[in-house]
């Protein structure tokens, strides 16, 4: 990642939190029939992302690594993906990621490490869930070009992903689904190529801190890449409000996926910054 990069989304995730410092007194008391939010609210390591999410003016970090292998077009990809999710309050959250480093051997097993690409998001909370409704979401990431093109790490344009997210929870099972539209820079011409990606995720609680999840996810092909559809399975364990780790596994189920994949993390409550200080 370059300085320029490096300058640019530091200085926009810093401005956001700032507005949603400012922001914090403006929040809306909450209806008396939602649930309160979690202090953390992981997102990862599924595609899809809850409607809604962690306790207002909570930062939230979500580190961990994640593998694929075995592809018709590359033999490994690996990266150490971050990111870092601020509630402004119950309705915004603004989300910093990036996938650095990030590491893919080819076919020949030739390798090429280096930086991986930045998403900048905010998600908007239309619906908050209840008791008898899903909460309903909307959200907006814009991908900037951070990893190398002359590397093969990516492609050296823009993307714009416009989401809808869905999400219920029925006793201890919670449902998320989203449908992404994307619109990505093309690689082979100029313009922009049009795609679809849905994700299905169900989260089942077995104890208080142990959970399972389990997710079905897909994209249509996308100027020079493939679509592919893909299954996954992870386990999960919470150490009291802050902390929660996982770890599982991906399967490809269509032939231009990659065969399998591993996932393993950790999501960190680092800070309540409305926290009134006594």
Do not use: C
């Amino acid at each position: 990642m370059n300085k320029l990069s490096i300058a640019l989304t530091t200085f926009v995730f810093l401005t956001l939190s700032s507005i949603g410092v400012n922001a914090q007194t403006a929040t809306p008391s909450p209806t008396p029939d939602y649930d309160e939010p979690e202090f953390i609210v992981p997102s990862r390591p599924t595609v899809s992302n809850p409607a809604e999410f962690q306790k207002p003016g909570v930062l939230q970090l979500e580190f961990g690594y994640d593998g694929n292998f075995r592809s018709s077009e590359f033999k490994a990809q690996e990266d150490a993906p971050l990111a870092l999710r601020f509630a402004v309050n119950r309705r915004i959250l603004i989300e910093l990621d990036t996938d650095s480093p990030y590491s893919q051997k080819d076919l020949n097993s030739f390798r090429q490490t280096g930086a991986g690409d930045t998403q900048l998001g905010i998600q908007a909370v239309l619906q908050p869930e209840n008791k008898t409704r899903p909460g309903i979401a909307l959200a907006y990431y814009v991908k900037l070009p951070t990893a190398s093109k002359e590397k093969n790490l990516g492609t050296g344009r823009v993307d714009h992903n416009f989401i809808g997210l869905f999400s219920k929870k029925i006793d201890k099972t919670t449902i998320d689904f989203n449908a992404i539209y994307l619109l990505a820079g093309r690689t082979s011409s100029n313009g922009r190529a049009s795609s679809g990606q849905a994700a299905f995720a169900v989260t089942q609680a077995i104890t208080k801190n142990f959970g399972l999840q389990g997710e079905v996810s897909g994209f249509s092909r996308n100027d020079e890449q493939s679509g592919a559809m893909f299954a996954l399975g992870v386990a999960t364990y919470q150490v009291g409000k802050r902390v929660s780790f996982d770890a599982g596994a991906r399967f490809g189920l269509t032939k231009d996926a990659p065969r399998f994949g591993i996932v393993a993390g950790i999501t960190v409550g680092v800070a309540d910054i409305y926290k009134k200080r006594h």
